[in-house]
C-alpha cells in the first residue's frame, strides 16, 4: 500500500497533506505518528465531561494537526466542537448533538488509524 492509496481508503486527501507537507517522506512521517500522539484521544476524554475550555483547546490542537495531515474530513469534523466552544462565541449545539459529533470523529479516526495500521504493516 502506498500513501496515495493510504488516503484513498480511508476517504482522506493525500494531495492536501502534500501540499502543506512538501515531502512525501514527512507526511509518511507524521502519518505514523497520529495514532500514538493524543490529540484525538484528548478531545473524547473532554467530552466525557463536557468541560467548555477543555473541549475547545483539545479540539483546537488537533484541528490544526488533522488539517496538515490533509485528514481533512476528521478536521471538518472538529472543527464544529473547536467553533461550539470557542471562548466568547455562544453555544448553537445542544449537548446530545455535541456527543453526536464526538461519536462521528471516533468513527472517522479509528477508519484513520485501522489504515495507517494496515499501511504500518506493509511498510514497516
Known sequence: MTLQELYADIGEDYAQALRVLRMEKLVDKYIRRLPGNGLIESLLAAGETMDPAQLFEAAHAAKGNLGNLGLANLAAAVSEITEEFR????????????????????????TAVKGIRRYEEENP
Open 87 to 110: 471562548p466568547g462565541h455562544p453555544r448553537t449545539m445542544p449537548d446530545e448533538a455535541v456527543k453526536a459529533k464526538l461519536q462521528e470523529i471516533a468513527s472517522l479516526y479509528d
